[in-house]
Nanobody, 119 residues
Framework: QVQLVESGGGMVQTGGSLRLSCKAS????????MGWFRQAPGKEREFVGR????????SYADSVKGRFTISRDNAKNTVYLQMNSLKPEDTAVYSCAGGLRGSSTYAYWGQGTQVTVSS
């Protein structure tokens, strides 16, 4: 069975940093592109960023570009989201997702971890 489990969420003040982790199991991790998404209460889920299967290519939403960094450690089956200069508008449940190389969709999703940024 495939499972993605996020961790590292919590509460931080404006301007602070958090590092989220997403541990994958039940899949061949280095065959999957990985993405991060977030959803705030009353809002639609939005794309945050993604990283290619080997980690060479990354892409970010404009709202987080320059502040967030995605990385991965394929030996640990883990993808990370380093979040710096956090703002209250970053408050959301953050989820990771995996999509097989060559696929146009993300087949697997984690249940998310809460990030709260206080002003």
């Amino acid at each position: 069975q495939v499972q993605l489990v996020e961790s590292g969420g919590g509460m931080v003040q404006t301007g602070g940093s958090l590092r989220l982790s997403c541990k994958a199991s039940g899949l061949t991790f280095n065959m999957y592109d990985m993405g991060w998404f977030r959803q705030a209460p009353g809002k639609e889920r939005e794309f945050v960023g993604r990283i290619s299967w080997g980690g060479a290519r990354t892409s970010y939403a404009d709202s987080v570009k320059g502040r967030f960094t995605i990385s991965r450690d394929n030996a640990k089956n883990t993808v990370y989201l380093q979040m710096n200069s956090l703002k209250p508008e970053d408050t959301a449940v953050y989820s990771c997702a995996g999509g097989l190389r060559g696929s146009s969709t993300y087949a697997y999703w984690g249940q998310g971890t809460q990030v709260t940024v206080s002003s």
